[in-house]
């Protein structure tokens, strides 16, 4: 499963995000300002930063240029920030107040635009006992 690291300044929004996506399956870690995710990035491993652009000593904006698939999560709302931010690089803009629900659904289909799949994983379907083999047109049941 996906590791995510969540950048908030604000620790119950990090315990509710964190504790939705780790719900879905996913893994997280968390850091309270920029400076702190650059310093967890340098180590790699994440496949995805939901990102707060107001955030002490570097704020989201200066982050989110040297980060890879990422989420912006802030209370700017207005068409200008949005663009600023999609323009910047962002893969997705959630406005707070937020449903956890909805962020999970969009961590999801940024994952699913963004991590690479296998193909064994892509070509086959399994049912119970029945197993479907998009690949080699196959269809299996009970082996």
Do not use: W
């Not at 969540?6 to 996506?21: A, G, Q, T, Y």
């Not at 491993?45 to 200066?62: A, N």
């Not at 200008?80 to 406005?95: F, N, R």
Request: glycine share 10%; with cysteine; aromatic share 6%.
């Amino acid at each position: 499963m996906a590791k995510i690291l969540i950048v908030d300044d604000e620790p119950r929004i990090r315990e509710l995000i964190r504790e939705n996506l780790q719900y879905s399956g996913y893994t997280c870690e968390e850091a309270g300002d920029g400076s702190a995710a650059l310093s967890l990035l340098t180590g790699g491993g994440y496949d995805l930063v939901i990102l707060d652009l107001m955030m002490p000593f570097m704020d989201g904006m200066t982050c989110l240029r040297e980060m890879r698939t990422r989420i912006i999560l802030t209370a700017r709302g207005e068409e200008y920030d949005k663009l600023a931010g999609l323009e910047g690089g962002a893969d997705d803009y959630v406005v707070k107040p937020f449903s956890p629900r909805e962020l999970v659904a969009r961590v999801k289909a940024v994952l699913n635009r963004t991590m690479p799949r296998t193909e064994a994983s892509d070509s086959t379907m399994t049912f119970g006992e029945l197993s479907i083999d998009t690949a080699s047109h196959t269809v299996k049941v009970s082996g």
